[in-house]
């Protein structure tokens, strides 16, 4: 029997050009790919790029600055606590707070008073004194209160014709005393009228015209010889005694005034003699308002530079007592009387 050759199928074209587009395709979309690659600004920054480039970015430590500060320069609003914060090294803009000025309110002090406070009572002070108040009697008396009893021990001297450190020149009489260096206090002891009382029960008023010096201690008077011998003997020696200030019902009907030798309009010394009371200050017009004068150990008040050398002087005594005098001329060593003298009290 003949075999029957059958004849193969032919190929099949149709799929081969089916497979063939699509490889094209790729091909096409790689040369696409290709060129706009290529191409200058071609999206060569953006894409996938960037989030690679921002991963790294994340991942470097960023290099701190020169002085470790913060590139913040605004100032942290919270309370500042016990870790200091470091200083912003930028520069503050237009609208940073201003820096308290001169009119702020003070801020209390640990004391808990302002400055403005603590200032208030000498302006006060001041403002009075160039109206003419007078200032506390307290601060005006010194080591030696009227009124007041002290202790201390009598010794004698050869009072001569009564004059001494004081300045005032020969006394009336001779019941006159030398105060102690330290009671003597620069002269304010001077004019003084002291009760003198011995431990006997015998007592006697003095005058204060001198000054004992050291070692004659604090209490101490050294009396004239004639006022001692109204007290005890005056082989005695040393006497034990108490003394208190007095303000005396007999004084001059009114004080006087001297200027020192030398005085002129440019340079004066200015003495108070026969106050009832002791003279605690001394004033010259100066102004509209008034100057006080230094004292000096031999109880003249001293203006060095000429200022109210032959104007209106102002005098207190310890109690406070203001007296003012007019119209004296500046006349050395004269003694001129006034129109004035002190309460007694």
């Not at 201390?152 to 001297?157: H, L």
């Not at 006697?204 to 010889?225: F, K």
């Not at 108490?242 to 005034?257: D, F, I, K, R, Y």
Request: aromatic share 4%; charged share 15%.
């Amino acid at each position: 029997m003949k075999a029957t050759k059958h004849a193969a199928p032919p190929p099949n074209r149709r799929r081969g050009w089916v497979l063939g587009i699509p490889l094209a395709l790729v091909a096409v979309g790689v040369l696409v790919c290709l060129a706009f690659a290529l191409l200058p600004g071609g999206g060569g920054g953006t894409g996938a790029a960037e989030p690679a480039a921002a991963s790294v970015a994340a991942t470097e430590p960023s290099t701190p600055t020169a002085t470790g500060a913060p590139t913040d320069p605004t100032p942290s609003a919270a309370s500042p606590s016990a870790t200091v914060s470091p200083t912003p090294t930028a520069t503050p803009s237009a609208t940073a707070t201003p820096s308290p000025s001169a009119t702020t309110t003070p801020k209390p002090s640990a004391s808990g008073v302002t400055t403005a406070a603590k200032a208030a009572p000498s302006a006060a002070q001041a403002a009075a004194d160039g109206a003419g108040s007078a200032p506390a009697p307290a601060s005006l008396a010194g080591r030696i209160k009227p009124g007041t009893s002290y202790q201390g021990v009598a010794t004698s001297y050869d009072a001569a014709d009564g004059s001494g450190a004081c300045s005032f020149g020969p006394a009336a009489d001779l019941m006159v005393a030398a105060m102690n260096h330290t009671d003597y206090e620069t002269s304010r002891a001077c004019g003084a009228t002291v009760l003198v009382r011995a431990a006997n029960g015998a007592s006697i008023t003095v005058r204060i015209v001198n000054e004992c010096p050291l070692p004659c201690a604090p209490g101490q008077l050294d009396l004239s010889h004639e006022a001692f011998s109204k007290l005890a003997d005056l082989s005695v020696g040393r006497l034990p005694i108490s003394w208190t200030e007095l303000s005396p019902g007999s004084a001059p009907a009114t004080m006087s005034v001297r200027y020192k030798s030398g005085s002129s309009q440019w340079w004066c010394g200015i003495q108070v003699i026969g106050h009832r009371n002791p003279v605690a200050t001394l004033e010259v017009r100066a102004g509209g308002g008034w100057r006080q004068l230094a004292r000096t150990d031999y109880n003249y008040f001293l203006s060095p530079d000429g200022t109210g050398c032959g104007g209106s002087i102002r005098v207190t005594d310890v109690y406070g007592e203001q007296l003012t005098v007019d119209g004296l001329p500046v006349k050395p060593d004269v003694v001129q009387p006034t129109l004035v003298q002190f309460t007694r009290h």
